[in-house]
């Protein structure tokens, strides 16, 4: 019996390891060492401020968004002082994170509704497992700055976890407070946090102390709150907050998709509301039958799970208000998922809890048509949520490629007809431009030991309209032209030194046979046969030509393609100074 026992523990063991370890893989396998977004004008500062020992309180306590970002500042600080600022070191680190806050919901579970001993509990480790390291949360694992929603949810579980073991005492409070600051000064949504623990507190076991707790835990949200919306500004970019006002209705349906949107990711929005409202339906049963049974003891044992639904419904609440105005659909952004998983957890674990109580009083109910309902629901939820894993790994996988292709354009300095790709890492060339230069000259980020020198030239084609109709651009001047037969473009480059130069073109296939020709200063550098394809996706059919060595005096030249067929892809051309780097065989 024991053997059994220690065998069917192991087998646990396994499967409740075996989702982050699909994370992690994906993590190592397609993560790109690049900053993206707000990691640019959110986190960089910070960094060289550190680094130049000017570093003040104002670069924590500043906003981004609606948010202060001082507890993942103050990490991300630690990680890039100890990596030089590599970001998938970051995304690493939230993995880690949500590890601990599934250690921490199974305390909790075994706390209070899920001992040990009961049959049930190793079920629930190993969905709870699958839940928090399901892929539709892609873009925060793809990303390392969202890392804050995740020390946000450790710290919401933290707290109610702190609320399943209380013991009435002060050392419980003061952790009371360490996780509702953290949470509420990692993310936004986190300040409504320090009302549920308010409530908890009113109806607690903390004997005479609990007046004195009650009034400390007062003055602490007051001093919060207010400390928080100090020289507090909307930003001006988001919409306004009336919808929920002027379109209930697109707000009600904004709220049951943020909540349903683990299971309705890639899907009509239909699917995630549905699933909304079934979550919300499902909750309000439970709680009407262990009150109106007079389960009170088990009902008081589930508040540290009310609380975290009840933190995930008004997250639902305060993000449709801000953003309903947007659409629907907005409701269903991967990194919003990682909070209403949160719902899924805590909604499963008191079902584990309360059907089999429920069973037992309806035991003829449960002949006819229990085992086909929870069979049904059973199905449906496995299907989708396997559905939307998958969508999550495919766009890991698209993310990962854009940032490769990004990646291989910061080896050049000097760009022509970038803007499109550039932008996708930032919204403003020109910051993005300047902050590439301070990561070139402090040697960080991708240029730290990936990227020894960035000599060279870069030249980005177009893949604009459909795959089947290619366009090229014409870069100098911004617009699209298709090119004809026989028809050529040209524009002027900069060459950053004189020297030898190893020159490589990404070429793709042509319907028709054809070439492609390139000139400098009206001299032949390179030509080649354009092979002929029938497919309809041919950008993943591109290749690189290398065409050898050029020799460029410094200043300005004239780079003339010609073609004489037509459609031809054109990719990006490259021209790297040969003495630095030879090898231009990168592919995207």
Known sequence: MRTNELLYKWVTLLFVCFPPLVVLFIITRYSVNIPYLDHWDGFLDVYCAMEDNGLEFSHFWRQQN??????????????????????????????????????????????????????????????????????????????????????????????????AHWKGNWKGLLLLTAGTLVATYSYASGIVLWGIVFIWLLFSDS???????????????????????????????????????????????????????PFGMGFVQPASILFGIFGVAVLFCLVFFAYIQGHHDMFKRSFPWFGIISYVILCACITGIGRSSLGVSQALASRYTTISILFWISLFVMALSYIPVFLRHNKSLCRKYTSAIITLILFFLVSFYAMSYEYGVSYFKKHNFLLTRLHSLLQYNRHYGSDSMLTLLHPSKDYLLNSINILRQRKIGPFYNEISNSDGIYISGSYAGTLGNLHAKSWMQGDVTKIDSNTQISFQIDAPASGLYQFSAIIGFSPKLGFVSFKIDDMTVGKTDCKTINSRNLSQKLRRVNYGAVSLSKGSHKLTVLCNNDPIVIGALTFKQSMQNTDVSRKY
Do not use: D
């Open 207 to 261: 004997g005479r102390r609990r007046p004195l707790f009650v009034l400390f835990w007062i003055v602490m949200a007051c001093i919060v709150f207010f400390s928080y919306m100090y020289h507090y500004e909307k930003p001006a970019y988001h919409p306004s907050l009336m919808t929920i006002i002027e379109h209930p209705l697109i707000f009600l349906a904004y709220f049951f998709s943020f909540i349903g949107s």
């Open 66 to 163: 609606e948010h202060r970002l001082i507890f993942p500042k103050i990490i991300m600080l630690v990680l890039a002082a100890f990596t030089h600022w590599n970001v998938i070191c970051e995304q690493y680190f939230s993995l880690f994170t949500q590890a601990c806050t599934l250690l921490l919901i199974f305390f909790m579970s075994k706390k209070t509704l899920l001992p040990a001993e009961n049959p049930l509990s190793n079920f629930f480790k190993i969905v709870t497992s699958l839940m928090m390291f399901s892929m539709v949360q892609y873009k925060n694992w793809a990303w390392g700055w969202p890392f804050h929603i995740f020390l946000n949810v450790f710290a919401v579980c933290f707290t109610c976890s702190v609320m």
